[in-house]
């Protein structure tokens, strides 16, 4: 045996026995809709691939990915065939590029994350294209690119000449998607012109930890709205370009021995691209300007360009903030505390500014070291197979049929009691009874399987039930874990509470990522074009059309919840429907949080057409946001929120009936987001959108007068330092109302698609 075969199979060895759990434990995932034998769990090395970084793993990779023949080219969208494809630790020589289908996800070994090595003479967009352009347009409408994962690579392209284009990723995705654990690796040579990140369009979505390491730009990016958190950029000629966006939130941003931190200049001052950005709790060091804008007091759009930054460490940047004109903000070793440009309304308002800002007055509660406090999703990593507990081993069948409460509820019983993680394995889970996560709970899903209430406990719209309930009781103690899974409803559910949230949780915040509630529109819910097809114009609920009373509620005696790219959703089309058709179904309320002592923290989420709300504070405090995302129900004003469900005073719902005598316009229509008596809310980017009147999108324009409802964001009764930066709402005349009387009219706030305020304070 030769020496570097030796090397080669002691590496292996190692690796075999450091393996990562994930490509160890026996996988039984079930579609159930998608063919006898179809895999969800497909190791690459199984298809070939070798790993070793000599062999084009090209054609193996993608045979992975294309196994069982899920949605790909030419296949709108698809719930049907889920995909997890796994990348053992090694070196992957590629030479054209890797493409995930619709619904699958790409990990590699999260305790030894692989490399994706482009060879010198590689060709296509990006080593991951994870929307290719087989035609001259995406293969995927990007804002319907929902629920997909990659994470644990190294990206390396510096094979590729450096004055050769290249891309590491082409990922013009929306919500429900997310990239975690990535390093990019490109040349850093003068004449580089390689990009790390590539995005242009979309509705997402969350980032989180990446590292871009060389290269011309780390990240060239435009999008509706993205939340990214802890991306560092070392020796790129340009950190980040913002190619376009109307709302856009970093947190924790490290950029290190860069020319420029952020270029959002594009369009130039008079059609800048760039609605806005929100920027805190990061460092800049050694990096020429911080941040170039277009933006100046006549700039076009009026309010384009804004820009919000608050407690930003500065070590060795000359120029903090560059104009087209010279220096907004000069630089040096210092630390920011808050500044920024565009409209304020502190309370009253428009004002436009640019300058110095007070920062919020942040609860130590919220903080760890004077920052937010943030937490990656974990992996579990260090733990063998041993700790894990398949579902499957209980006896439950996925398949959207079967009665699977008693076993899925032993399952998590099982898993608490034994101290093990229970992994949840790709299926259906029918049940036709509350599911309870008690404290301690740590639930794992594989490509985001479904908990799927049924039946008649979950209908009765005047006694709603949860269909999980964390913790038993509102206040319990504990801690918990959970991540990768959707909870759905099926059929008529007029009664159900998606998720319940008691716990009550000190030390270290419990935990949800990447947990979603996905409410119709896919196979097995009977929630879909068959059964309530959309019908413009008509008043009439059809009461099998009623699938939700509520998406989550954190309750009184809840505290101490981390939350991280969850998606609240209410199906306005059918995925499964080719030509993507729309649909209305009614469901009741998006997030209500009226716990006492708060303590909350939410990254990158999102709450869409639910009839009351999407998300509604009451009585509660010391909560952060990071771009939220909202959108009125699609079907309103016919009908409108009055039906179908009533007001109930013990939730504090919204009475449309009361609140909107007086009020011209479509005023009864869902409340984006509502606080009530509530007190140290800090929101850091929000996109409250309105795009349709019954159907139609005529309304949601500057020229038609952004007509499609009356209100979008209410502030009620007590209003202790609630905050919010870049405010952007699309197709609601008021932008934020104040017990009842508008405070920022959308004429009066410009910009490129949206109107936006970037910094309200309510004292």
């Given at each position: 045996m030769r020496f570097s075969t030796f090397l080669l199979a002691v590496a292996g060895l190692a690796s075999?026995?450091?393996?990562?759990?994930?490509?160890?434990?026996?996988?039984?995932?079930?579609?159930?809709?998608?063919?006898p034998n179809y895999p969800v769990f497909r190791n690459v090395k199984d298809y070939g691939a070798r790993g070793d970084g000599v062999t084009d793993d090209t054609a193996a990779i993608n045979a992975a990915i294309t196994a069982g023949n899920p949605c790909n080219r030419g296949c709108a969208s698809s719930t049907t065939t889920p995909g997890l494809v796994y990348f053992p630790a090694g070196t992957y020589l590629i030479s054209g590029s890797i493409r995930p289908a619709y619904f699958t996800m790409l990990y590699g070994d999260a305790a030894n994350p692989p490399t994706l090595k482009a060879t010198a003479n590689f060709e296509g967009f990006g080593l991951i294209d994870g929307n290719p352009y087989y035609t001259d347009v995406l293969n995927w409408k990007s804002v319907n690119v929902f629920f997909r994962q990659v994470r644990n690579f190294i990206i390396d392209t510096t094979a590729i000449p450096p004055a050769k284009a290249a891309t590491g990723m082409h990922w013009p995705t929306s919500q429900a998607t997310s990239l975690q654990n990535i390093v990019f690796n490109m040349p850093a040579t003068p004449d580089v012109v390689h990009v790390g990140l590539f995005i242009e369009e979309g509705s997402g979505g969350f980032i989180t930890d990446l590292t871009f390491n060389g290269g011309a730009s780390g990240a060239s990016m435009g999008n509706q709205q993205y939340t990214m958190r802890n991306l560092k950029f070392n020796n790129c000629k340009t950190a980040i370009i913002q190619i376009w966006d109307w709302g856009w939130t970093y947190v924790g941003l490290s950029i290190n021995n860069c020319q420029v931190g952020i270029d959002m200049t594009g369009g130039g001052s008079n059609a800048i691209t760039t609605g806005s950005v929100t920027l805190i709790d990061s460092t800049l060091t050694n990096v020429g300007v911080g941040i170039k804008t277009a933006w100046t007091g006549n700039s076009s759009p009026e309010t384009a360009g804004s820009l919000v930054l608050e407690n930003i460490q500065l070590s060795n940047v000359p120029v903090a903030v560059q104009g087209p004109n010279g220096n907004l903000l000069n630089g040096g070793t210092t630390t920011i505390a808050a500044?920024?440009?565009?409209?304020?309304?502190?309370?009253?308002?428009?004002?436009?500014?640019?300058?110095?800002?007070?920062?919020?007055?942040?609860?130590?509660?919220?903080?760890?070291?004077?920052?937010?406090?943030?937490?990656?999703?974990?992996?579990?990593?260090?733990?063998?197979?041993?700790?894990?507990?398949?579902?499957?081993?209980?006896?439950?069948?996925?398949?959207?049929?079967?009665?699977d409460t008693a076993a899925l509820q032993a399952a998590i019983d099982q898993a608490v009691s034994s101290n093990r993680i229970l992994f949840l394995d790709y299926?259906?889970?029918?049940?036709?009874?509350?599911?309870?996560i008690p404290p301690g709970a740590r639930i794992v899903g594989e490509s985001f399987p479904v908990i799927l209430s049924a039946g008649p406990y979950f209908n009765d719209i005047n006694n709603p039930r949860p269909v999980v309930q964390v913790g038993s009781v509102s206040g319990q103690v504990g801690q918990v874990e959970l991540s990768d899974f959707i909870i759905s409803t099926q059929n008529a559910q007029a009664g159900a509470v998606c998720i319940e949230y008691n716990l009550a949780t000190s030390g270290t915040p419990s935990g949800m990522w990447d947990v979603h509630v996905r409410i119709g529109g896919f196979t097995g819910t009977q929630q879909q074009v068959a059964q309530c097809l959309k019908s413009p114009g008509n008043p009439t609920v059809k009461p099998e059309c009623i699938v939700a009373f509520m998406a989550m509620h954190i309750t009184k005696g809840a505290s101490g919840l981390y939350m991280e790219n969850v998606w609240l959703w209410t199906a306005d089309h059918d995925i499964d429907?080719?030509?993507?058709?729309?649909?209305?179904?009614?469901?009741?309320?998006?997030?209500?949080?009226?716990?006492?002592?708060?303590?909350?923290?939410?990254?990158?989420?999102?709450?869409?057409?639910?009839?009351?709300?999407q998300y509604q504070l009451v009585k509660t405090q010391n909560i952060f946001m990071g771009q939220?995302?909202?959108?009125?129900?699609?079907?309103?004003?016919?009908?409108?929120?009055?039906?179908?469900?009533?007001?109930?005073?013990?939730?504090?719902?919204?009475?449309?009936?009361?609140s909107c005598v007086g009020v011209a316009g479509n005023c009864p229509a869902s409340w984006g987001l509502r606080t009530i008596d509530s007190r140290?809310?800090?929101?850091?980017?929000?996109?409250?959108?309105?795009?349709?009147?019954?159907?139609?999108?005529?309304?949601?324009?500057?020229?038609?007068?952004?007509?499609?409802?009356?209100?979008?964001?209410?502030?009620?009764?007590?209003?202790?330092?609630i905050n919010i930066y870049n405010l952007n709402t699309i197709g609601s005349q008021s932008m934020l109302n104040r017990n009842g009387a508008m405070v920022?009219?959308?004429?009066?706030?410009v910009n490129v698609f949206p109107s936006c305020i970037a910094v309200y304070k309510s004292n």
């Open positions: 075999s026995v450091n393996a990562y759990w994930l490509g160890d434990i026996a996988h039984r995932g079930l579609a159930p809709f998608a063919g500044w920024g440009n565009g409209h304020s309304y502190t309370p009253n308002g428009p004002r436009e500014f640019s300058g110095p800002i007070t920062p919020n007055p942040r609860p130590a509660s919220l903080l760890v070291n004077g920052r937010y406090y943030t937490r990656s999703k974990p992996q579990y990593e260090s733990l063998p197979a041993s700790s894990f507990l398949s579902v499957r081993s209980f006896g439950v069948r996925g398949d959207a049929a079967a009665d299926g259906l889970y029918r049940v036709t009874n509350t599911i309870r429907d080719q030509p993507n058709t729309q649909i209305t179904i009614y469901s009741g309320r998006g997030l209500l949080i009226d716990s006492e002592k708060g303590n909350f923290w939410l990254y990158g989420t999102g709450s869409e057409h639910h009839v009351l709300y939220i995302q909202t959108e009125t129900p699609y079907y309103m004003p016919i009908p409108n929120a009055l039906v179908p469900f009533n007001p109930i005073p013990a939730l504090y719902d919204p009475d449309y009936r009361a140290n809310i800090f929101v850091y980017g929000a996109g409250l959108y309105s795009f349709f009147d019954n159907y139609s999108t005529a309304c949601s324009t500057f020229t038609a007068g952004q007509t499609c409802q009356a209100r979008i964001t209410s502030i009620e009764g007590v209003a202790d330092n920022a009219w959308y004429n009066d706030n």
